[in-house]
């Protein structure tokens, strides 16, 4: 099936602004032929071609999320947990709450979190699950990867999930005992062997990601775990150096820094990328550099929680892979990726600007506008995130690559004006119409409407089992 998206006002491309990789192009056409981008041109339409008319838009390529908790899709603005720093919103709201999902409050949860992500213009979901305990009487794994399917998105797996747990996690329920390193392991072979595609364009992947590397599971497991993944072809992924918290337990158990430590026990290489990294020194920037580890920024959640800004100027100079993640909605009340490479754009000029002194006390500029451009944060939240993810020829808008695209209507007033219509969905923020979106050429979003979804219908079994769970809680 042949489509044309024809005559935009703007096309992003992916490419991280540099001249080797520009970051726009002129089109104002693209034609999908299939599942790929076949040319992007001035194009006369072909016979019984389909075509989206795309005047007074802006396309760019689809987002590709690095970083998810979709469970947590049920768990936004929770009071207890609004105003915590991380550990102790850990134990008020993700630990409190999740003995009482069961499969049909983690299906409603997780379908309400692809879907926000869809009206955002993201195709490509890597969603780190760690709900998981021994005797667990639903396979959370197999609810995300239905559920992707159905909406037609390309789903990544980082199977979570940990052997032994810090002291908030030692007063919950028998059902949410952690798992032995046996049957961790065990499920790891089974979900590569059932659902895994190690092909470049893969639409199901699966990733070894045990929750915290630091905290869930010993130092011989982290060898042993990395023996694993690399055996059976799987990516790694883990959190790591959110906080300070991070540091000081690194220093006082191992007497070294997080990245230090992830290095020797295997943790660290081209197929590795560690969410958050907001508190980092010189070396373990250097580090990561010299092994390919990437990053998966996640700039809300890190605000909201207060843990900082992450230097993702300082990664990307030093060659750090870097990609966007949007985190948990129960730390980040609005998970879409809109939201999340508007925050990333400001918030990395915001970090540069804060380090500006006076010209007496030895300041030699003011602020930090220069920091990050438009271009490059598109090309953290597409490409980038493609390249930790090890997907080739996604994430990027250029002939041969695969058709996952996203084109916005700039039609609400808060992008009246724009001198420069490109840059309307990250500067502005807000949140565009989605007048298309293509996942592997396959329209999945038109004119906002997610096909066969209600979403009044979708809202009002949210309201229900939000009341049902803080009942349960009480």
Request: glycine letters at 10%; hydrophobic letters at 40%.
């Amino acid at each position: 099936m042949s489509i044309l998206i024809r005559n935009a006002a703007a096309i992003m491309t992916g490419g991280n602004g540099s001249a080797n990789e520009p970051g726009r192009i002129e089109g104002p056409d693209i034609r999908i032929e299939g599942e790929t981008i076949e040319a992007v041109g001035k194009l006369a339409p072909r016979e019984g071609e389909t075509i989206v008319d795309a005047t007074d838009c802006v396309v760019y390529p689809a987002w590709v999320n690095t970083h998810h908790h979709l469970f947590q899709s049920l768990l936004k603005g929770d009071p207890a947990g609004l105003n915590a720093s991380l550990t102790p919103w850990l134990a008020a709201t993700p630990y409190r709450f999740r003995a009482l999902f069961d499969e049909k409050r983690f299906r409603l949860a997780a379908r309400i979190g692809l879907i926000e992500l869809m009206r955002s213009g993201c195709t490509t979901v890597a969603d780190h699950n760690y709900l998981y305990y021994p005797g667990m009487p639903f396979d959370s794994s197999a609810i995300l990867f239905d559920e992707a399917e159905k909406l037609g998105l390309r789903f990544v797996l980082l199977r979570g999930g940990a052997t032994r747990t810090r002291q908030l996690e030692a007063e919950l329920p028998s059902a949410l005992r952690p798992e032995s390193l046996d049957a961790y392991v065990a499920d790891i072979e089974r979900l590569a062997s059932k659902y895994h595609d190690a092909s470049p364009r893969a639409t199901r992947r699966v990733v070894m990601a045990p929750t915290t590397v630091l905290y869930s599971i010993s130092p011989q497991e982290m060898r042993e775990t990395a023996r694993v993944a690399r055996r059976l072809g799987l990516r790694m992924h883990s959190h790591l150096s959110e906080t300070v918290g991070y540091q000081d337990s690194a220093k006082s158990m191992h007497g070294t820094t997080p990245v230090e430590f992830c290095g020797e026990y295997d943790w660290l290489g081209d197929d590795v990328w560690y969410a958050h990294l907001v508190k980092l020194d010189a070396r373990e920037i250097a580090m990561l550099a010299e092994t390919g580890t990437g990053v998966a920024h996640c700039p809300q959640s890190n605000g909201r929680l207060g843990s900082g800004i992450a230097p993702v100027r300082e990664m990307a100079d030093a060659g750090v892979p870097v990609s966007i993640g949007v985190d948990g909605a129960a730390s980040n009340e609005a998970a879409d990726m809109i939201s999340e490479v508007h925050m990333a754009w400001l918030a990395q000029r915001a970090r540069r600007g804060m380090a500006a002194q006076p010209v007496y006390r030895g300041g030699t500029f003011e602020g930090g506008a220069d920091v990050a451009s438009v271009e490059e944060v598109v090309h953290w939240g597409t490409a980038g995130g493609a390249r930790v993810l090890g997907l080739e020829g996604v994430g990027r808008i250029a002939p041969g690559c695969s058709a996952d695209i996203a084109v916005y209507r700039l039609d609400d007033p808060r992008y009246f004006g724009l001198h420069d219509p490109a840059i309307g969905p990250v500067a502005s923020g807000g949140r565009p119409t989605v007048a298309a979106l293509f996942s592997a050429g396959r329209c999945v979003v038109q004119d906002d409407a997610v096909a066969n979804v209600d979403l009044g219908d979708l809202r009002r079994q949210a309201l229900a089992e939000v009341r049902g769970m803080l009942a349960e809680v009480a």
